[in-house]
């Protein structure tokens, strides 16, 4: 996550409680920078997503003001749900499609700043010691090769995936999980290998295949 997004999501968290009302100016871009120790530059970008996720209003000369959560649409929270196998073998098929085109996307678009953060992503995730780290590491990694596939449809739709379509770590690890953690890591890395190239044929098919490799893993679990 760059130091944007970790802003931009504190102030969202702060409008979403009401810390921030709504109407309510927010601090000037100087005492931001003081607050948060970031430059201006990552500071207009924080707001940007801000101003892009519906939480603020920017007026031309006044400031940023904190506009209402968008009330969430009843569909929301089971648009993406999956209770049964078969559900979630299609839930997992959906993500194949969107992730694979994503990884192509940013094969062809990603700056080297965004390789960067992914390759951070995917060094979180080898560093990994805890279940729950791993399956942050592991969204996070997702996530940044779907920002640098500059697709906001893309995004969001992972976004709002989440942790769903993550195969969870066991709490305790036999030899047999820390071979398919170890195969995990290779098939990140194959991804992050084909975008560096800029081979989105490549890359689509790396994260193809280890979505496919996943699925194969949930299953053996389950």
């Known amino acids: 996550m760059t130091r944007a997004e970790e802003i931009a999501d504190d102030l969202a968290a702060k409008i ?10 927010l601090p000037s871009e100087q005492r931001l920078t003081e607050a948060y120790g970031a430059s201006r530059t990552v500071i207009r970008e924080a707001v940007h997503r801000l101003q892009s996720q519906g939480l603020v209003h920017t007026k031309m000369g006044s400031g940023s003001y904190a506009l209402a959560p968008p009330a969430p649409r ?4 089971d648009w993406l749900s999956a209770s049964g196998s078969e559900e979630r ?18 094969a062809r678009r990603a700056t080297s700043r965004q390789r960067a953060a992914i390759a951070r992503a995917l060094e979180r995730l080898g560093d990994a010691s805890r279940p729950a780290d791993t399956v942050e590491a592991d969204i996070a990694f ?22 769903r379509a993550i195969v969870l770590p066991p709490s305790r690890l036999t030899d047999a999980h820390r071979a398919a953690t170890a195969a995990m ?15 989105a044929v490549g890359a689509n098919a790396a994260m193809r295949a280890h979505l496919l490799a996943s699925a194969a893993r949930r299953e053996h679990d389950d």
């Open 142 to 163: 997702h996530r940044a090769v779907a920002e640098a596939g500059a697709n906001r449809y893309l995004l969001e739709a992972i976004d709002r995936l989440g942790p």
């Open 89 to 106: 073998a299609e839930l997992h098929e959906f993500r194949i499609a969107l992730e694979a085109e994503s990884a192509a996307l940013a």
């Open 185 to 199: 890591l290779a098939e990140h890395r194959a991804v992050l290998t084909a975008i560096e190239a800029q081979d």
């Open 16 to 25: 979403i409680a009401g810390e921030i009302a709504p109407g309510e100016r």
């Open 74 to 77: 009843a569909d929301d929270a």
